[in-house]
């Protein structure tokens, strides 16, 4: 080690041309290398759901679930398999071991959830799968209020979202919060005899 020391204090100048080298080329890779401040990290997860209006957690294991399981588990590069249950509802979260395609995975899962289909019982809705994508997440929020009617905030939000959806670089804009819309009509049956008329022809 004091070799190496006594030789540098030797050589000076070829130290400090190393050294300002070793500068300029950190310098030149630090501004040509690419900078995001959120960048696009692919997550290896994969997770299908099914809904089942009524069904029970226990049934939705037995129905949803496992058959589902019983296809997705011989996709190759699985590294853990999830389960949930519920009221209505099941689904299967798939984590890929690290450095995975997740293009090929996603048409993997496709191909054995359109397979699992045929086990699952004729009332369950289309099984929906889901790709976890740091860059389908929003990354500006909008928030609209004031003292005016609801109807007025959803109009406004609706025009700003063709607006901005009309942006380079903005691939989706969402409206939250906003409320369909619905006409109830109250018959009074006085008001039907005083004109002779009945509920069948209402």
Do not use: C, W
């Amino acid at each position: 080690m004091n070799a190496l020391i006594d030789a540098a204090f030797t050589r000076t100048r070829t130290v400090a041309l190393a050294f300002v080298m070793i500068i300029v080329m950190g310098t030149v890779a630090y501004i040509s290398i690419p900078k995001e401040s959120e960048p696009d990290i692919p997550i290896p997860v994969i997770y299908v759901s099914m809904t089942y209006e009524g069904i029970s957690p226990e049934d939705s294991e037995r129905l949803l679930v496992r058959p589902m399981e019983k296809e997705l588990q011989s996709i190759e590069g699985i590294k853990e398999m999830r389960a949930v249950s519920a009221e209505g509802y099941g689904s299967v979260t798939l984590e890929f071991d690290a450095g995975f395609d997740p293009n090929q995975a996603l048409q993997d899962v496709r191909e054995k959830v359109d397979i699992a289909k045929a086990e699952l019982p004729p009332e369950t809705d289309e099984p929906r799968v889901h790709e976890v994508n740091v860059a389908l997440f929003p990354v500006l929020t909008v928030g609209l209020s004031g003292n005016v009617p609801e109807r007025t905030l959803v109009n406004i939000a609706r025009d700003l979202q063709d607006k901005i959806e009309g942006l380079s670089g903005v691939l989706e804009v969402d409206i939250g919060g906003d409320r369909e819309e619905l006409l109830e009509i109250i018959v009074d049956p006085m008001v039907l005899e005083t004109y002779n008329v009945s509920f069948a022809d209402v």
